[in-house]
């Protein structure tokens, strides 16, 4: 159990008594690429993540062993697969000393599966990444809470140590393992079956999976709190995760949808935050900074998923939204019709108060301020929105535009006493400062 | 990081791609190495040149451009395809590098070059440059 939560594989190369020189590093290179993989197979043999990583990491430990003399083997995958496997035979065979109902199972595995090299590589090359997608699946099963399910995620499938996990979400460490721990138990309680669901099952289990990629974005994207107003090693990590999965699921137009979101607004990362750290809004970014290779990859998916009929999905929709930006040169290129249109959309696909507030300042873009004051009022009174700092920002910014800077003095200040992010909170008492200077 | 992988050309990969078998095998060795690429969310970009025969070179000397017309010589120091791909180190760059199909018939290599990012200047950039720089940015993206 412990040796599962353990952190790096360099750790465990000490502890074997081991330096991390070159052959071990490009061996645990090696391993990072196969360890999810590796995990998702133990875990459908074993029905036991835990087992699953502490079998991966033994593996891992005998390729350390192996490897420096008889050299990285052709396929390290079947290698480290067939390693763990054998490990876990033996686990199986020793508890059948004390059990002879695990010896039957033993016995079965034993007969059912020829424990070969040349089998397992069949195996492996047959799976076409099946055995990944069950575990992302597992991981994200909807028994767990969404957190949990994101800590879960980057561990078993982004290969994060608790530590990296604990700082990507400004927690402690052993809040993090904590949570991890009881997300796994949540899967065993559960029985989740660490296999990709199929017909009507899909489509909220995978729901469940975008939504843990989203939310791991979301923490590098729009920090919620903490000095920092972007983390993009987080957005890469949720990039990455998203990659992954459209690599899996090429036909699944709101996988799609959602890396397309995540690329487009990823470009603008380095645009973002100011050289000082404070945010710089849209309008105002200098869009030469923008990626314009995330920004094609971004466009390319969204097309993809338009193509494959996905074009109203949640995520597509989002993800429309930011193309208009990207696609937009320079800030007054903007296409805020468009823009508002797809609110539109949006609201009637992903009814929420937030989406009418963002459709409300589409609207003023497009149509004036007064377009947006009116569609603002009809959600001013939203439980949801009460402590919600971007609706007094939106309607200062309204009432700043509408030539009416008293009221949106107090409309930017009591958005700053809301703002979670100290960069956000300067931003917005800036822009009240602004107003001062306009009533004075 | 980001890495550009640039694949190396060779005397063969300057003659074009001849139809042959051999080339078919390369192919389709090449497609299953992306598709693990792609599965394992790391290539991001990625694709093959043609022979410097149909490429032109701008040569610069103070307010002369003189353009050359290919093919080159030196095929190796010659690119023939590139990949960007987005990995967590050099590390992870070489693994996967190694697991390349060889691309040409031949000896031949790949080379992994990082991207620059922002926190390589450090503090060599200076407000002042950074303004700089910026204003130069501005000017490009008000073209």
Known sequence: MAAAMLASPADLADKAGMAADPTHRAIEAVFRIERARLIAGLARLTRDVDRAEELAQEA?????????????????GAWLMAAAKRRAIDGFRRAAMQDRKHAEIARERDDERDMSIESLEARLDDDLGDELLGLIFAACHPAISPEARAALTLRLVGGLTVEEIARAFLSNEAAIAARITRAKKAIAKAGVAFEVPRGRALAPRLASVLEVIYLIFNEGYAATSGPDLVRPPICAEAQRLGRILAGLMP?????????????????????????????????????????????????KALARAEALGGADGPYALQAALAACHARARRAEETDWRRIGALYDRLGQVMPSPVVELNRAVAHSMAFGPEAGLALIDTIAGEAALRNYAPLPAARGDFLLRAGRAAEAKLAFEAAAALAGNERERDFLLARAAVCGELVR | MRVMVFVKATEDSEKGLPPTAEMTEMFEAMGAFNEELVKAGVMIDGDGLKPSSAGKRIAFDGASRTVIDGPFAEARELVAGYWVWEVKDMDEAVAWAKRCPNPMPGPSELEIRPFYEMEDFGDALTPELAEREQKLRDQLAGQ
């Open chain 1, 251 to 299: 036909d699944a137009p709101e996988v799609l949808g959602l890396l397309a979101l995540m690329e487009i607004q990823a470009s603008r990362l380095s645009a973002r935050a100011g050289p000082d750290g404070a945010l710089v809004p849209l309008p105002e970014q200098d869009r030469a900074r923008w990626d314009q290779l995330l920004i094609r990859r971004g466009l």
């Open chain 1, 60 to 76: 891992l430990l005998a390729a350390l062993t192996d490897w420096p003399a008889s050299g990285v083997p052709e396929r390290p």
